[in-house]
Structure formats: structure tokens, C-alpha cells
């Protein structure tokens, strides 16, 4: 696993607040889906902690429903430079919430800001590009998608800052591939509607 060798990520499986457990994917990752948190990013609660703590008692899910949050307040140094701290908050083969119906298949990554009105610095961008660059080198999921290019939440203003570009910061973009015909949309546990 090259993700888990990336000095900027740490690992808080277990260890943020919790009400349960996701259960197990019955599906492989084919998607990795691309999120921001809805809070301006200098905010006290745009960590991975206190969005555990909203998935948790206002949503009543099991745990936080991603599997990575990238923290642009919390900047680490690594040999690499300055980068945004990336929280490892669930294992890779649980079915956390963040898109409905494609939960089973897709890998949610968070950005904490609100990108309607925040600038994305180079610290983040970064890590979004070495955390992209990881999966794949990981066969974890085959296409990225932003929460609302899924099927069903096109509707979401998220995650309003061009994914792709970010990849790109260190040559890491891969070519953007069609995805497969989405099956018919259902809502079930884990949408926010
Ligand atoms: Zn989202």
C-alpha cells in the first residue's frame, strides 16, 4: 500500500467518535468520489473529527462516512514540503456513507472547505495530487468523480473545485475515463436529501 507511506497521513481508525460500524463492501472500489466539507476551512470544525462528530449525532450514522479527510488547516512538514494533514478514518473495505446508492463501489475523499468562497493553497493541493497518484498506483478505484457527477447528486453543490486540475499539481492526472451506465437510483441509508 503506497498511501499509507505518506508522511502527511494518519491514521484515526478507531479512534474518532463512533456509534456502531459500517459493514463490509459487498462490491469493489471502482470509484473514487471527491468531496468538500461545506465549512470554510480556517473554521475549528473543518476537521475529520468534528465531521465524525456530524455523522454521528445529527445524522445518526455509524461513523464518519468517508474513508479519507484532508485537513488544510492542520499543514505538516514532510521532506516533501509543507502539506495538508490526510486523516485515514475508515478502512478501505467498509461501506461508509457518502453517496447512497453507490456506496458500495465508491471510496469517499474529503477536502475540509467550502470551495464556493475558499482558495485552495499549495499544502492541499498536494496532497490531493500524492493521495490520487497512492490510490492508483494501489488499484483502489479506477475512475474520480466529484460527489455531484454521481448518479443522483447532481444537485449537490460539491465539490466545487476542479479535482482533475488538482491531480495534475504533480503530473499525477490520469486520463478521465467514461464511466459505466449507472444503475437505476434508489435512496437508501447514507443520502443526504
Ligand atoms: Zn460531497
Not at 46 to 54: E, T
Not at 105 to 128: H, K, P, Q
Request: glycine share 8%; aromatic share 10%; net charge positive.
Amino acid at each position: 500500500m503506497n498511501f499509507i507511506n505518506l508522511p502527511q497521513l494518519v491514521d484515526m481508525r478507531g479512534k474518532l467518535e463512533s456509534n456502531g460500524s459500517y459493514s463490509k463492501r459487498t462490491k469493489s472500489i471502482t470509484h473514487r468520489v471527491w468531496h468538500h466539507s461545506l465549512t470554510k476551512k480556517d473554521l475549528g470544525g473543518s476537521d475529520a473529527a468534528s465531521f465524525a462528530g456530524y455523522h454521528v449525532n445529527t445524522l445518526g450514522w455509524p461513523g464518519i462516512g468517508y474513508t479519507f479527510v484532508i485537513e488544510p488547516k492542520n499543514a505538516i512538514n514532510t521532506p516533501n514540503g509543507k502539506r495538508a494533514r490526510i486523516v485515514y478514518v475508515n478502512d478501505i473495505d467498509r461501506r461508509t456513507y457518502h453517496v447512497g446508492n453507490s456506496n458500495q463501489f465508491s471510496l469517499g475523499i474529503c477536502v475540509a472547505g467550502e470551495y464556493r468562497y475558499d482558495t485552495m493553497d499549495d499544502a492541499t493541493l498536494a496532497s490531493i495530487a500524492e493521495l490520487h497518484a497512492a490510490l492508483v498506483k494501489d488499484g483502489i478505484g479506477k475512475y474520480d468523480k466529484a460527489h455531484n457527477e454521481m448518479l443522483g447528486y447532481s444537485w449537490k453543490a460539491c465539490c466545487q473545485y476542479n479535482y482533475r486540475d488538482a491531480f495534475d499539481w504533480k503530473g499525477s492526472k490520469t486520463p478521465a475515463k467514461p464511466a459505466p451506465a449507472p444503475e437505476v437510483y434508489t435512496i437508501q441509508e447514507g443520502d443526504t436529501l
